[in-house]
Protein backbone atom coordinates (compact mmCIF):
# COMPACT_ATOMS: atom_id res chain seq x y z
CA UNK A 1 0.00 0.00 0.00
CA UNK A 2 1.27 3.55 -1.01
CA UNK A 3 1.21 6.59 0.89
CA UNK A 4 2.84 9.50 -0.69
CA UNK A 5 3.91 11.69 1.97
CA UNK A 6 3.77 14.95 -0.73
CA UNK A 7 0.32 15.08 0.10
CA UNK A 8 -1.93 14.97 3.37
CA UNK A 9 -5.18 12.75 4.16
CA UNK A 10 -8.56 12.34 6.04
CA UNK A 11 -9.84 9.43 7.40
CA UNK A 12 -12.86 9.28 5.14
CA UNK A 13 -9.64 8.34 2.91
CA UNK A 14 -8.90 10.90 0.14
CA UNK A 15 -5.73 13.09 -0.03
CA UNK A 16 -5.05 16.61 -0.71
CA UNK A 17 -1.81 17.70 -2.83
CA UNK A 18 -1.15 21.29 -2.70
CA UNK A 19 -0.12 23.27 -5.54
CA UNK A 20 0.20 26.15 -4.04
CA UNK A 21 -1.36 27.65 -0.62
CA UNK A 22 -5.03 27.72 -1.46
CA UNK A 23 -5.11 25.22 -4.74
CA UNK A 24 -5.21 21.84 -4.28
CA UNK A 25 -5.72 18.19 -6.42
CA UNK A 26 -8.09 15.95 -4.35
CA UNK A 27 -8.66 12.09 -4.76
CA UNK A 28 -9.09 8.44 -3.29
CA UNK A 29 -6.66 7.09 -1.60
CA UNK A 30 -5.02 3.40 -2.89
CA UNK A 31 -6.28 2.03 0.64
CA UNK A 32 -9.64 3.46 -0.47
CA UNK A 33 -9.78 1.95 -4.07
CA UNK A 34 -8.67 -0.99 -2.95
CA UNK A 35 -11.22 -1.35 -0.73
CA UNK A 36 -13.95 -0.51 -2.84
CA UNK A 37 -13.08 -3.00 -5.74
CA UNK A 38 -13.37 -2.44 -9.64
CA UNK A 39 -14.70 1.47 -10.02
CA UNK A 40 -16.99 1.45 -12.71
CA UNK A 41 -18.80 5.13 -12.36
CA UNK A 42 -17.64 8.37 -11.11
CA UNK A 43 -19.94 10.90 -10.38
CA UNK A 44 -18.13 14.79 -10.01
CA UNK A 45 -19.24 18.42 -9.15
CA UNK A 46 -19.03 21.03 -11.98
CA UNK A 47 -16.32 23.58 -12.24
CA UNK A 48 -17.19 26.94 -9.93
CA UNK A 49 -19.24 24.58 -7.05
CA UNK A 50 -18.25 25.42 -3.65
CA UNK A 51 -17.28 22.15 -1.69
CA UNK A 52 -17.39 22.06 2.25
CA UNK A 53 -15.02 20.34 4.36
CA UNK A 54 -16.64 16.74 5.57
CA UNK A 55 -19.85 17.01 3.27
CA UNK A 56 -20.21 14.64 0.25
CA UNK A 57 -18.99 16.17 -3.34
CA UNK A 58 -19.00 13.34 -5.56
CA UNK A 59 -19.87 9.60 -5.70
CA UNK A 60 -17.97 6.56 -6.76
CA UNK A 61 -19.79 3.37 -7.88
CA UNK A 62 -18.41 -0.25 -7.74
CA UNK A 63 -19.23 -3.37 -8.53
CA UNK A 64 -19.67 -3.74 -4.59
CA UNK A 65 -21.72 -0.74 -4.05
CA UNK A 66 -21.91 3.43 -4.19
CA UNK A 67 -19.74 5.18 -2.00
CA UNK A 68 -19.47 8.96 -1.08
CA UNK A 69 -16.42 11.14 -1.99
CA UNK A 70 -15.94 13.71 0.91
CA UNK A 71 -14.63 17.08 0.57
CA UNK A 72 -11.11 17.25 2.56
CA UNK A 73 -11.11 21.14 2.65
CA UNK A 74 -13.54 24.08 2.20
CA UNK A 75 -13.00 25.90 -1.46
CA UNK A 76 -14.21 26.28 -5.03
CA UNK A 77 -14.39 23.85 -7.38
CA UNK A 78 -11.82 25.22 -10.04
CA UNK A 79 -11.14 21.92 -12.21
CA UNK A 80 -12.86 19.29 -12.66
CA UNK A 81 -11.08 15.66 -14.19
CA UNK A 82 -13.32 14.82 -16.22
CA UNK A 83 -11.06 12.11 -18.00
CA UNK A 84 -12.53 10.08 -15.03
CA UNK A 85 -16.02 10.14 -15.95
CA UNK A 86 -14.99 7.85 -19.41
CA UNK A 87 -12.36 5.82 -17.47
CA UNK A 88 -13.28 5.53 -13.45
CA UNK A 89 -10.55 2.33 -13.54
CA UNK A 90 -8.27 5.12 -13.72
CA UNK A 91 -8.61 5.53 -9.73
CA UNK A 92 -7.99 1.90 -9.15
CA UNK A 93 -4.73 1.89 -11.21
CA UNK A 94 -3.43 4.99 -10.51
CA UNK A 95 -4.94 6.24 -7.06
CA UNK A 96 -2.40 9.64 -6.79
CA UNK A 97 -2.34 10.32 -10.37
CA UNK A 98 -6.19 10.32 -10.94
CA UNK A 99 -7.33 13.56 -9.09
CA UNK A 100 -11.22 14.00 -8.95
CA UNK A 101 -11.09 17.71 -8.50
CA UNK A 102 -8.96 20.84 -8.12
CA UNK A 103 -10.05 23.45 -5.32
CA UNK A 104 -9.36 26.66 -5.32
CA UNK A 105 -9.36 29.32 -2.77
CA UNK A 106 -8.73 26.82 0.58
CA UNK A 107 -9.97 26.92 3.98
CA UNK A 108 -10.83 24.62 6.55
CA UNK A 109 -8.32 22.20 6.61
CA UNK A 110 -7.79 21.20 10.49
CA UNK A 111 -9.00 17.77 10.02
CA UNK A 112 -5.97 16.84 7.77
CA UNK A 113 -3.19 14.76 8.87
CA UNK A 114 -0.09 13.69 7.52
CA UNK A 115 1.28 10.58 5.44
CA UNK A 116 2.88 9.13 8.55
CA UNK A 117 -0.41 9.43 10.63
CA UNK A 118 -2.84 8.04 7.92
CA UNK A 119 -1.05 5.10 7.53
CA UNK A 120 -1.06 4.40 11.22
CA UNK A 121 -5.23 5.10 10.94
CA UNK A 122 -5.22 3.09 8.02
CA UNK A 123 -3.28 -0.20 9.84
CA UNK A 124 -5.65 0.18 12.98
CA UNK A 125 -9.02 0.43 10.55
CA UNK A 126 -7.82 -3.34 9.08
CA UNK A 127 -7.09 -4.61 12.29
CA UNK A 128 -10.67 -4.02 13.91
Given at each position: ??????R??TK????V??L?????E?????Y???E??DL???N??????S?????V?AD???V???S??YS??T????A?NEAL??????I???????WFVR?EN????E??I??TDY????????N?
Amino acid sequence: MNFPTDRKYTKSHEWVKYLNETTAEVGLTDYAQSELGDLVFVNLPEAGDSVTAGEVFADVESVKAVSDVYSPVTGEVGAVNEALLDAPETINSDPYGAWFVRIENISATEELISATDYEKFVAEEKNK
